[in-house]
């Protein structure tokens, strides 16, 4: 569920890559280093620059990547018989160097300990597994006049949060609400002076991701003047975010994107 408008990449490939490091950078985050050759290729953009990647199956010892990097991609992707295709998932550039990739996996795990393809590769990545990646440009891309910057996220859109705020200029104004699992899975870095990062961690009475970010949000002391809001994470705290902001907040709804990464309670295919 969205409303935005991406900056397209730059001259996008399907790129193969591979681990160089994997390390739990927090109670519930792992940073997951890609590099190789196919990096070179790769352009940096900043700010909340999104991908897909390309994941192997169990049993795959090679990955079967699209060819194409148009809309064409997933017309390929679908005629690949369902063994061999990769599992596909979309990431955020946490950060980016010459030789290297950071990619924050988020792990999450059922009571008997069981998780997603994607977790479980985080979990298990070793350096040389492959991945493939195709970039797929910026998600943050205010669009009206503003004079400060409203963030909110879940531990989803923390990386994004992070670019972002990586990205502003060092006057930027604004404030940013990341809510978190445990405080554990704080995070620091750089942002303007003038934004102010709220961290809010889950307890019992918020079980749902997104839904104690979603109350901060609602009952915040918040700058006046025109705002760039950008909501990214579970589904309905953006929803949520944006229905507060258009109906008690008297927010223009041409000043707010949403990108609803996933949905509590329903399974990525």
Same mark, same amino acid.
């Given at each position: 569920?969205?409303?935005?408008?991406?900056?397209?990449?730059?001259?996008?490939?399907?790129?193969?890559?591979?681990?160089?490091?994997?390390?739990?950078?927090?109670?519930?985050?792992?940073?997951?280093?890609?590099?190789?050759?196919?990096?070179?290729?790769?352009?940096?953009?900043?700010?909340?620059?999104?991908?897909?990647?390309?994941?192997?199956?169990?049993?795959?010892?090679?990955?079967?990547?699209?060819?194409?990097?148009?809309?064409?991609?997933?017309?390929?992707?679908?005629?690949?018989?369902?063994?061999?295709?990769?599992?596909?998932?979309?990431?955020?550039?946490?950060?980016?160097?010459?030789?290297?990739?950071?990619?924050?996996?988020?792990?999450?795990?059922?009571?008997?300990?069981?998780?997603?393809?994607?977790?479980?590769?985080?979990?298990?990545?070793?350096?040389?597994?492959?991945?493939?990646?195709?970039?797929? #440009?910026?998600?943050?891309? +205010?669009? &009206?006049?503003?004079?400060? $910057? !409203?963030? @909110? *996220?879940?531990?989803?859109?923390? =990386?994004?949060?992070?670019?972002?705020?990586?990205?502003?200029?060092?006057?930027?104004?604004?404030?940013?609400?990341?809510?978190?699992?445990?405080?554990?899975?704080?995070?620091?870095?750089?942002?303007?002076?003038?934004?102010?990062?709220?961290?809010?961690?889950?307890? #019992?009475?918020?079980?749902? +991701?997104? &839904?104690?970010?979603?109350? $901060? !949000?609602? @009952? *915040?002391?918040?700058?006046?003047? =025109?705002?760039?809001?950008?909501?990214?994470?579970?589904?309905?705290?953006?929803?949520?975010?944006?229905?507060?902001?258009?109906?008690?907040?008297?927010?223009?709804?041409?000043?707010?994107?949403?990108?609803?990464?996933?949905?509590?309670?329903?399974?990525?295919?």
């Amino acid at each position: 569920m969205a409303n935005f408008k991406i900056r397209k990449p730059v001259d996008p490939h399907v790129l193969l890559l591979e681990v160089v490091t994997s390390e739990r950078v927090s109670a519930n985050m792992v940073r997951v280093t890609l590099g190789g050759d196919g990096l070179s290729r790769f352009t940096p953009l900043g700010f909340d620059q999104w991908f897909r990647l390309f994941l192997p199956r169990p049993g795959q010892d090679s990955l079967k990547l699209p060819t194409r990097t148009s809309g064409l991609w997933y017309a390929q992707y679908l005629a690949t018989a369902k063994p061999k295709r990769p599992y596909v998932r979309n990431y955020t550039v946490r950060a980016y160097r010459p030789d290297g990739l950071d990619v924050d996996f988020v792990v999450h795990l059922d009571d008997d300990g069981n998780c997603g393809p994607a977790t479980r590769f985080a979990l298990d990545a070793k350096p040389g597994d492959q991945v493939g990646l195709l970039d797929q #440009g910026v998600g943050y891309n +205010p669009r &009206a006049d503003h004079d400060w $910057t !409203l963030l @909110a *996220a879940d531990e989803t859109g923390l =990386p994004a949060v992070a670019g972002i705020c990586e990205s502003l200029p060092d006057d930027a104004r604004g404030v940013a609400i990341v809510e978190v699992p445990s405080l554990d899975d704080v995070q620091e870095f750089r942002k303007p002076g003038g934004i102010d990062l709220r961290w809010v961690a889950r307890t #019992g009475a918020h079980a749902v +991701p997104g &839904a104690l970010a979603l109350e $901060t !949000l609602t @009952a *915040a002391e918040l700058p006046s003047g =025109p705002v760039w809001a950008y909501l990214v994470g579970e589904s309905a705290l953006v929803t949520g975010g944006r229905r507060h902001l258009v109906q008690d907040r008297r927010i223009p709804k041409t000043n707010i994107d949403f990108i609803g990464y996933w949905r509590h309670g329903h399974a990525a295919m």
